[in-house]
């Protein structure tokens, strides 16, 4: 068989990078209206997507996973910013409980990388899977708005925050839909919850990208445009438009009947934890 005939044998990846980050710039816009207009992490949509995409570019199945996680966190943090900085404005974030939790969110991130490496790529899609399955069902349940009227447990911020530190950086999201209904059960009202969660996402997101940054320091089969295990054309394409995006997505939700949509958005979940169950 000729040179010529084995080359169309082999199936040939689908984007240049240079169509990588444009793919990207317009999933960070989906995302990030997502994000404001649900109030989910735009984690919870662009790890999915990312893995698609990885996989028509034929990457290295054991490294899929971890790529599209690693840089759904680096570009929560500038999301998560950005959504500080409107929440601050507002008031809203209750800033001595944040401090309380961000350091043991912190040192569960570190650990979640670390233990990402380290959970085989099958293990790690199913996990995700599962994570997809409990937001729809947690989308599609009435919402709890007001704080709980027990007196707030601010001891169990500690072990508490590690779990979703370690959850989250497994999984490659903020945390916010973990994180929001514990403060909510603990004390605080939605919209307090849902800016102290913003803030508390941005020690997680830094801690994890930076740790999934040097875990792949030193593997030379990683992509060019690989920064660790960070890939450098989806994040800028995603941090480029998601910062701009998140606040339109949070008025839109002041304008349309969110409730409907949510219901909308719960089959988009079921459907991408279809696809990556499949």
Known sequence: MSRYHSALLIPQPL???????LASLLLGIV????????????????????????????????????IAVATSLATAVFTSAASVRSHHK????????AR???????????????LAEYISAELLRWFFVAYLLYTSVQMATPAQT????????????????????????????????????????NGLIM????ATSSTCAIPIALSAATSYVMLGWQDTNLPFGSL????????????????????????????LPAQSLKRYFVLVLLALAIKMAW
């Open 146 to 185: 007001k704080g709980s009227s027990h007196p707030a447990k601010q001891h169990l911020d500690y072990p508490i925050g590690l779990l979703i530190g370690v959850l989250s950086a497994i999984l490659g999201i903020g945390g916010g839909t973990m994180t929001v209904p514990y403060l909510v059960g």
């Open 15 to 21: 984007f240049t990078v240079t169509e990588i980050f």
């Open 228 to 255: 660790g295990y960070l890939y450098l054309p989806a994040f800028a394409g995603i941090a480029l438009s998601g910062v701009f995006t998140a606040p339109w997505g949070a008025k839109l939700a002041h304008r």
């Open 100 to 114: 309380h939790l961000a350091p043991s969110m912190l040192l569960g991130a570190t650990g979640g990388a670390v």
């Open 90 to 97: 507002l008031g809203n974030i209750d800033w001595p409980r």
């Open 191 to 194: 919209k307090n919850a849902v």
């Open 31 to 66: 995302a990030g209206i997502c994000a404001g207009l649900f109030g989910i992490g735009g984690g919870t949509l662009i790890v999915p997507v990312l893995v698609w995409i990885l996989q028509i570019q034929q990457f290295n199945p054991e490294q899929i996973m971890l």
